[in-house]
């Protein structure tokens, strides 16, 4: 039960700390995020990578990772890179961003295809999911779409990885056709935490912080 309802889970601690934080500049906030990254990536090398490369042949499995990459690429095009913490707000625009929530339910929803009883993931995406929660919550609520908008944005969001779970250990789909999908969602993976481990902080600095953060990230990941 576990699998379903901690994705969702962090939805609601993300919506908590962005109606704490409000307008203000939580360097929390960012630090949750270069953790998230680190714990993320970890895992994914730690045992998705393994995994997937014990049941696919080396160049099919490169092959899904790219497609994966690219696919997230073309995700924050649409998105503006909200999956690793950009997001944009405009006060003044009442149009709803279509944009933004088709990308992230199709992140989450594929993020979930690898979540299984006796694997660690769902650990990684819980922790990945919390500070971008805060942020997406954090710019509707500055937003002015109407309550309901805001409402149906986060509790589909917060469904979108529980179905990809719900169908990837349900449905009768072939095993081998899931563990491709799980390639392709390593490279989704990679390509998003290292993105925000390799960002600039403010000043082009990778301050000290930061760095402790990445490094509680991988030992915790790597232990688990």
Not at 101 to 116: A, D, K, R, T, V
Not at 142 to 156: E, G, H, R, W, Y
């Amino acid at each position: 039960m576990n699998l379903y309802l901690l994705p969702i889970l962090a939805i609601v601690v993300g919506v908590i700390i962005a109606l704490l934080i409000k307008k203000q500049k939580n360097i929390g906030t960012k630090l949750l995020l270069s953790f998230s990254g680190a714990f993320l990536l970890s895992l994914t090398i730690f045992e998705l990578l393994a995994e997937v490369y014990e049941h696919l042949d080396g160049r099919t499995t490169g092959l899904l990772i790219m497609c994966g990459i690219l696919l997230q690429i073309i995700l924050e095009f649409l998105s503006q890179g909200a999956e690793h913490g950009h997001v944009h707000h405009n006060e003044e625009t009442t149009k709803f961003p279509w944009l933004l929530f088709i990308s992230l339910c199709i992140h989450s929803f594929l993020e979930g295809f690898p979540i299984h009883e006796h694997n660690h993931m769902v650990y990684g995406v819980l922790i990945h999911k919390i500070p971008i929660a805060a942020l997406i919550s954090a710019f509707l609520f500055q937003s002015k779409f109407s309550t309901l908008q805001i409402t149906a944005f986060l509790v589909l969001f917060a469904m979108m990885t529980p179905l990809g779970t719900f169908i990837s250990n349900n449905a009768e789909i072939h095993s081998q056709d899931i563990t491709m999908i799980n390639a392709i969602v390593i490279g989704i993976f990679l390509h998003i935490s290292t993105t925000i481990l390799f960002e600039s902080t403010e000043g082009h600095k990778f301050n000290l912080s930061k760095l402790i953060s990445i490094i509680l990230g991988t030992g915790i990941a790597y232990f688990i």
